[in-house]
Structures are given as C-alpha cells and as structure tokens.
C-alpha cells in the first residue's frame, strides 16, 4: 500500500512538471500571421536565390542574427528588384507581394529559423513600409511574433546601404 502511495505521489509530480514545463515553453506554435509566413516561407518553388546560387553564406560583421551561416531567397514579385547577376539593384523598392525569406542555419547542415519580409501594406501586422515581418523557427515556434513590426529587426535593416530593409548588396556585393 504505501509502495502504491508513492508511487502515486512520484507520477502526480511527474505529471505537474510536465505541465509546468510546456506552459512556460519561450516560443509558441505559429498561428495567424506567422503560420502564414512560416508556410510560405516553406515553399522553395518558383524562388530565385541572391547571386542566383543556393550556397551558404557566412554571417556578415552587420548581422544581428545569432546563426552562423544563411542563404537567401526571393519570390517571383520580389525578383523583379534584382539585376542579371541576382543582386538587389540599387534604389530597389519592392513591389506589394514580394517575399524574402532569409535561412538561417546554425551551422552548415541546420537550418535554425526563417527571417522573412512579406510586402503585404494592408495587413494589421505591416510596418510604416508596408513589410510584414516574420521570425519563425524552422520547427515552426515563432522567435519573434510578426505583431511587434519587425521591432527587433529595423534598427539593423535601417542601416546606411540598405535597399528597401534589405542589406545583401551592402554586405555580399
């Protein structure tokens, strides 16, 4: 009997742990606005890469991203701001729709998260520019919810030598 008792008591406790564990987890599964984003983001099809190469990049000295490597990746909307050689052209204002997703791999195998720009002016989650910004986990966790309006995101991308948010010609010309 008092064997059965504790281990009731050691399986209460188990259980209230667990509970406790999910409840505080940091990141929380996708909805709204970030489902959207991280299920587009998702989709490689009908993307054109920066420089037109899908290799991996190593992090720039002006990233404020922790992981160490990305590539990045443009609909066909956004595409359209690039030159021949799949470089942002210079005074790029991306068009209503254009879709940037950045990879970002914690090293050369891992993708770790998606930061994504969405050109979306009507959307209650768009900043004063129109962009939609996304800060989505690769497991579909939201590192940063797209309400906040890329907060985290524009004192960076607002830097000298930006196009439109965006900094790859000024740091992988």
């Known amino acids: 009997m008092t064997h059965n008792i504790r281990f009731l008591g050691l399986a209460s406790m188990a259980m209230v742990s667990m509970f406790f564990f999910n409840a505080c987890k ?15 983001s998702r989709e490689t099809s009908g ?35 690039l030159d021949s050689n799949g470089q942002i ?29 969405y050109k979306k002016s009507n959307s209650a989650d768009a900043d004063a520019k129109g962009w939609v910004w996304g800060y989505v986990n690769a497991d579909g966790t939201v590192a940063e919810a ?6 985290s995101c524009i ?15 000024k740091y992988f010309p």
């Not at 000295?61 to 909307?77: C, L, V």
């Not at 005074?91 to 994504?116: C, H, M, P, Q």
């Not at 797209?146 to 907060?151: H, Q, V």
């Not at 004192?155 to 010609?169: I, P, R, T, V």
């Open 26 to 40: 940091k990141n929380k599964e996708a909805a709204g606005t970030d489902k959207e984003l991280y299920d587009m």
């Open 146 to 151: 797209a309400s906040k309006k890329g907060k």
């Open 47 to 81: 993307f054109v890469w920066y420089k037109k190469t899908d290799a991996l990049l190593n992090k720039s000295s002006g990233s404020g991203h922790p992981q160490a490597f990305f590539k990045t990746r443009y609909n066909s909307i956004a595409a359209a701001s």
């Open 155 to 169: 004192g960076c991308h607002s830097q000298a030598g930006n196009e439109d948010y965006m900094l790859m010609s």
């Open 89 to 117: 052209q210079s005074g790029a204002s991306f068009a209503e729709g254009s879709l940037i997703v950045k990879e970002l791999f914690s090293d050369n195998v891992t993708l770790a998260r998606y930061a994504i720009l």
